[in-house]
């Protein structure tokens, strides 16, 4: 019978960076070296680094003290996929390819027993069809959005949530000076977690999510209501992928290359706008950016980018391919990636925390 201890596991991270991927790039080398003499591959740039070739080896040395640092020592990309990789054609423009076999040659030739691929939802699909594809893959969710399936919270999401917090805990005070309404817009995609969960931190007036359709009519009666209270400002928190009455997303570009070709962005503006035209308040736009996943990470998502990267490492030793280490109540579990990539986790109207939200008196836009 062939021996079928895993020996060598390779690691990526692919997407969009967030805190708390070297903390998880530290537990998986970290374990597989002191528990389990497995040897790591660190693969630059996600997925394009497969592709490509590119790859060093990880030791106990390489990742020492990173559990702090923002970003990705590997670095990463999110135009990687291998069944949609960017290529040179030969008039030297660039073409769409199936690069999956490269891939596949290179995690072969380097001789890896496994991989655990680091990512959200773009990175998750890849890695299921590389499962698909013969190789053994173990998947660890992150993303600032939180919107994968099958776990309670992806790491990087606590961090994003704090930056976005605090920054509504400034923008109260120029706010009220002034006499503005302040608009923050917030990532997250086609999710408002983080819209949520930062409006409801920083005690925003009016929180507007991808999921719950607002009116301009219900938005400007809110900062009326509060004017006539004597509370001359107010502070809304948009996510970047809410709905516009009569527009819906707001696209800021578009580029085929990436594995989601959609950026999303502009909807802060447009909501400052309208506000003040509607009710003659004056408005100021802040849009959070990449600040929300730059730095170190929180506490919370160190601890729980420690407690991923062990048990994806445990995964990996043990064989159980197609799985991706999830958080469920307090526990990490494994669950089938495609469990995590069915479908994307959204807000649901009857949330605890947007119930708890209106029940303080914060608006939705929506009554
Ligand atoms: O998925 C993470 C995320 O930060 C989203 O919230 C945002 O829409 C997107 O990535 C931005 O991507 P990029 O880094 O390409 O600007």
Redesign the pocket.
């Known amino acids: 019978m062939a021996d079928e201890r895993v020996r060598r596991i390779g690691i990526l991270t692919g997407?969009?960076d967030?805190p708390g991927l070297n903390a998880v790039i530290r537990a998986v080398t970290k374990t597989a070296v002191l528990d389990y003499c497995v040897e790591v591959i660190g693969i630059e740039d996600g997925f394009e680094g497969l592709v490509e070739g590119h790859m060093r080896e990880l030791g106990y040395a390489d990742v020492s003290g990173i559990i702090t640092l923002g970003g990705t020592i590997l670095g990463t990309s999110?135009k990687g996929d291998p069944w949609h990789y960017p290529d040179t054609g030969p008039d030297g423009r660039t073409v769409i390819v199936n690069a999956s076999q490269r891939a596949l040659k290179n995690y072969r030739q380097w001789g890896l027993d496994a991989l655990i691929a680091i990512g959200?939802d773009g990175t998750m699909k890849i890695a299921d069809q590389f499962t698909a594809l013969g190789a053994n893959v173990v998947g660890v969710p992150k993303?600032?959005?939180n919107d994968l399936s099958g776990t309670d919270m992806t790491f990087g999401f606590d961090t994003a949530v704090s930056i976005a917090t605090e920054a509504i805990d400034r923008l109260h005070t120029t706010a009220s000076s002034h006499h503005r309404v302040m608009i923050l817009e917030v990532?997250?995609?086609y999710a408002g977690w983080i819209a949520l969960c930062s409006g409801v931190a920083g005690g925003a007036d009016i929180i507007l999510l991808p999921e719950i359709p607002f009116r301009w009519e219900s938005v400007c009666r809110k900062i009326r209501e509060r004017s006539t209270r004597g509370r001359r400002y107010s502070i809304v928190c948009v996510a970047?992928g809410a709905k516009c009455p009569d527009i819906g997303e707001v696209v800021k570009s578009y580029d085929n290359k990436?594995t989601d070709a959609k950026?999303?962005g502009g909807v802060g503006d447009l909501v400052a706008r309208t506000i003040a035209e509607l009710t003659e308040v004056e408005t100021r736009v802040t849009v959070l950016g990449?600040l929300?996943?730059g730095g170190s990470p929180t506490a919370l998502d160190r601890i729980l980018a420690t407690k991923y990267g062990v048990t994806a490492c445990r995964l990996a030793v043990e064989r159980k391919f197609g799985m991706m280490a999830a958080l469920q109540g307090q526990t990490i579990v494994p669950i089938p990636i495609k469990t995590a990539i069915a479908e994307l986790k959204t807000v649901t109207p009857d949330n605890q925390t947007v119930l708890a939200a209106r029940s303080v008196g914060t608006s939705f836009g929506d009554e």
């Open positions: 997407g969009g967030c999110n959200g993303t600032i959005d990532m997250g995609r970047e990436r950026q999303l990449h929300q996943r």
